[in-house]
């Protein structure tokens, strides 16, 4: 899914393999956070 914050653009991905939540940037998809939860990455990737 692809969302729309107020600044950011991004998507929101489970990666299995870690077992963690992946944000990737959709305007720029070499900027990818992770994080346990989908909020954690969000918030990492806005870092």
């Known amino acids: ?3 729309t914050g ?3 653009t991004y ?3 489970f ?3 870690s ?3 992946m944000a990737i ?3 720029d998809e070499t900027r990818v956070a992770y994080g ?3 909020e954690e990455a969000v ?3 806005r870092a």
């Open 1 to 3: 899914m692809t969302y």
């Open 6 to 8: 107020t600044e950011l």
């Open 11 to 13: 998507r929101v991905v």
């Open 15 to 17: 990666d299995t393999d």
């Open 19 to 21: 077992n963690r939540f």
């Open 25 to 27: 940037d959709a305007h």
């Open 36 to 38: 346990i939860t989908i």
């Open 43 to 45: 918030r990492n990737l």
